[in-house]
């Protein structure tokens, strides 16, 4: 059973950034994907970004020009970077690990951008 822990959220000005780590407890096959999922109060779960070996990383396009993703295969670690966030960033962010057939999550962290 994989176990993802993730870690970095916290309270933080518009304008600022963020760096969020998921590092799991087992092998992550860099062909497999890991990545960060966003909930938002009264919304549907949605992708903010994913990356896999051989493939462009898949950052939504809503924080495309402001997030970025990357992932250290030696340490079992992904990495979201947030920069110039913003209010509607405010959320619980699920790190997961897509080993087929299963999807494994993480407990979440919240990000709560407010002055």
């Known amino acids: 059973q994989v176990q993802l822990v993730e870690s970095g959220g916290g309270l933080v000005q518009p304008g600022g950034s963020l760096r969020l780590t998921c590092a799991a407890s087992?092998?992550?096959?860099?062909?497999?994907?890991m990545g960060w999922y966003r909930q938002a109060p009264g919304k549907q779960r949605e992708l903010v970004a994913s990356?896999?070996?051989?493939?462009?990383?898949n950052v939504a396009d809503s924080v495309q020009d402001r997030f970025s993703i990357s992932r250290d295969n030696a340490r079992n670690t992904v990495y979201l970077y947030m920069n110039n966030l913003k209010p509607e960033d405010t959320a619980v962010y699920y790190c997961?690990?897509?080993?087929?057939?299963?999807?494994?999550w993480g407990q979440g962290t919240q990000v709560t951008v407010s002055s």
């Open positions: 087992e092998t992550i096959f860099a062909a497999n994907p």
């Open positions: 990356l896999r070996s051989g493939r462009d990383p």
């Open positions: 997961y690990a897509r080993i087929a057939p299963t999807t494994y």
